[in-house]
């Protein structure tokens, strides 16, 4: 059930006209009082053919002419109205059943508390099955003004009540960090300029989208502007920046001029103070020229970041920052994508927006790593090749998974709802990813004989899942990339030990193909030489050892070095 308190209006006998009238549809059907202050003597249009809509108006705002009358200045905000519907699978509800659930609702929110024999004057009117629409005005008969500071919230408590109390659809409980619905004006205005989106959706789309392109707020505002949005910043005395607001081109008022909407009434993460902590904590710390000659690809480089996410969810303020900066990364990803994946990629993106942002503040100093990759990726020159795409897709899965998990544990139920539907999009991208490499491992089979030795491998290493791998339809491909990893100097064992240890195999639908991008990933470059790696760290130590001192070998030394030399043979 969802009660969508709006804004105050000013026209009692106009909301009215609306509630009495046809709908912009026909929609309204029979509308009626179902339920109101004092039904005795309420004049109904509805059922009442002498009552008029201009009386019922005059009964309702009564105590507000009286306030009015009394004191100079006026009240002009005092109607308050609020939609109330049930579910499209909810059963129908009587007239009697809606009459309770609208005195619950004005209870909580505090226009009529139970046994206020001064509160609000206020009417619940159902002109359709799965709706009712209460209107009230917000003078007391003592001509005081109500409490209705969150209201909303209180409202929506009362709600999970009643759904509970009459069997109806569950919802979960809000926890103010969700955006803003379009309002019904925003929806018509779109439909009218032919657009799909709101003005302000299609901005939040576009502002998540710039933040991993920028380092710092002036740099922000002036990529929204090159991107083609209207952007007006607040600025003090000195003109430090203090706030934005954002506007999307065509989106005019009666005037004919440009509308614009503050970054926190976009979306609440996407406030000034709050951009500005996400960027400051990005900012690069080593000169460019360095991060390009890094031996991995910007693309391995977020696949190693991921690897480190599911240990980074212990402390709350650090769980909550990397998780922020995973719905950065899967944006960076998303424009950086194949044009075939990219869909998929976006329509995860925008469902893990929700996931980002919870009532825990978070440290952002924490996700340094995720951000510079997503950073890196967004600013490289070329296009992933399969393998680095499929196992940071499959990361991007894994962690999100794990956000959700954790979203669970602290009773964040819309953050993991939003969590499981990105999921969803980004294992659909990342099996589509991996098809091309499975077509190719796929063309040069392993040998029958080495297929058994690496079964046995497997069976050994991963005991629990051994039966669903081998008999999973990729485990000949995960075969291949097994045999391929032990002629550059690695153990399938152990890699299959590792692999398991970093990615639980239990909700993989398709443990090989999880094992694949993997291994894959870890195996990448040769094995490291661990005789050369040994030799080279003694010579390092001896020759840091001033030649003019001609020390005399530590006792330590001597006994341990042909124990060194036998463990290294023996590898």
Not at 514 to 537: D, F, K, M, Y
């Amino acid at each position: 059930m969802i009660a969508a308190i709006k804004p105050a209006g000013a026209n009692t006998r106009g909301l009215l006209a609306y509630l009495y009238g046809p709908g912009r549809h026909d929609e309204h059907l029979d509308p009626h009082i179902v339920a109101g202050f004092a039904m005795l003597g309420m004049p109904d249009p509805g059922r009442d053919e002498n009552a008029t809509l201009t009386e019922l108006a005059r009964h309702l705002d009564e105590p507000v002419r009286l306030r009015n009358s009394e004191f100079g200045r006026k009240v002009t905000d005092h109607v308050w109205h609020c939609p109330v519907r049930a579910a499209p699978e909810d059963r129908y509800l009587s007239d009697a059943e809606w009459a309770e659930i609208a005195q619950r609702i004005v209870q909580a929110a505090g226009i009529a508390p139970a046994g206020d024999d001064l509160a609000c004057r206020w009417i619940a009117v159902r002109h359709a099955d799965d709706h009712i629409h209460i209107l009230a005005t917000t003078v007391r008969e003592d001509g005081r003004r109500p409490k209705l500071h969150d209201s909303g919230l209180r409202v929506g408590d009362a709600c999970r009540e009643i759904e509970k109390d009459y069997g109806l659809r569950r919802l979960n409980k809000g926890d103010r960090t969700g955006t803003r619905r379009p309002t019904q004006a925003e929806m018509h205005k779109a439909e009218r300029l032919g657009w799909d989106q709101s003005s302000r959706e299609w901005l939040q789309d576009r502002i998540r989208a710039a933040i991993p392109h920028v380092t710092g707020a002036e740099e922000f505002l002036a990529y929204l502007e090159a991107d083609g949005i209207e952007v007006k910043a607040r600025r003090g005395p000195s003109g430090d920046l203090l706030g934005y607001a954002a506007g999307r081109p065509g989106d005019l008022n009666e005037d004919g001029e440009q509308i614009f909407h503050s970054g926190g009434r976009i979306a609440p993460d996407l406030s000034l103070p709050k951009i500005q902590a996400r960027l400051e904590s990005s900012r690069v710390e080593e000169h460019p020229t360095a991060r390009r000659n890094r031996p991995s690809t910007p693309w391995h480089q977020a696949a190693d970041a991921l690897d480190t996410l599911h240990s980074d969810l212990v402390d709350d303020t650090r769980a909550q920052a990397h998780i922020t900066a995973l719905g950065e990364l899967i944006e960076a990803t998303a424009q950086k994508a194949p044009a075939n994946l990219r869909a998929e990629l976006q329509a995860a993106s925008k469902a893990f927006a929700r996931a980002q942002r919870s009532q825990i503040r978070a440290e952002d100093r924490a996700a340094h790593a995720l951000r510079l990759a997503a950073r890196d990726i967004v600013h490289t020159a070329t296009g992933p090749d399969g393998s680095a795409l499929a196992a940071l897709l499959a990361g991007l899965v894994w962690s999100a998974i794990v956000a959700g998990r954790w979203h669970e544990a602290k009773n964040h139920a819309h953050q993991a709802e939003a969590a499981r539907q990105a999921v969803q999009h980004l294992q659909t991208a990342a099996d589509n990813a991996l098809t091309p490499t499975l077509t190719e491992l796929a063309a040069r089979p392993t040998r029958e004989q080495a297929l058994g030795v690496l079964a046995s491998d497997v069976r050994a290493a991963v005991p629990d899942h051994a039966e669903r791998i081998l008999t999973d339809p990729a485990w000949p491909a995960l075969a291949t990339v097994l045999a391929d990893a032990q002629a550059r100097g690695y153990q399938p064992h152990q890699l299959l030990t590792e692999a398991a240890a970093q990615r639980e195999l239990t909700t993989a639908r398709q443990p090989a193909r999880v094992l694949i991008t993997r291994i894959q990933h870890t195996s990448r470059n040769p094995a490291p030489n661990r005789r050369a790696e040994a030799a080279r760290r003694r010579s390092t130590i001896a020759g840091s050892v001033p030649a003019q001192q001609n020390p005399s070998p530590r006792p330590s030394t001597v006994a341990t070095a042909p124990a060194e030399q036998q463990r290294l043979q023996q590898r």
